[in-house]
């Protein structure tokens, strides 16, 4: 099956049309509900893709080692977890402003979820 992006550049826009039509009214597609504009194109074009035994196959594993990272992230302290979901909340934030050109350390971002969960905690005390 060839790729539909290069039907685009090489069929003229009936036969590319025609051929985006058959495939994502195809049985096996699922379609994702989000669309895609060509750049100097009119039209936008909905996506899709063709679940393949082997993107079903990665799917089970990653259920199946979803369930064993939650079995032993339920294992460990109140403690270790906050500790976790604070390391991964800073990574994350980290890479999300590296990625818009802010820069700041981790130290940075790790002082600034700790005032803010600080905040909260202090705000929820007072209400109660």
Not at 29 to 48: A, G, N, T
Not at 113 to 123: Q, S, Y
């Amino acid at each position: 099956m060839r790729y539909l992006y290069k039907l685009f550049y090489e069929k003229d826009k009936n036969e590319f049309h025609n051929k985006y039509f058959e495939r994502i009214n195809s049985d096996a597609v699922k379609r994702l509900m989000l669309f895609i504009k060509p750049i100097d194109q009119p039209e936008s074009f909905e996506l899709y893709y063709v679940p393949t035994n082997n993107i079903i196959d990665m799917v089970a594993k990653i259920y199946k080692l979803s369930g064993e990272l939650n079995f032993i992230f339920n294992q460990l302290s109140k403690v270790a977890k906050d500790h976790f979901i604070l390391k991964c909340l800073v990574e994350e934030l980290f890479n999300t402003n590296e990625l818009e050109g802010v820069k700041c350390s981790k130290e940075e971002i790790a002082r600034s979820v700790k005032t803010v969960k600080m905040k909260k905690m202090i705000k929820r005390d007072l209400i109660v």
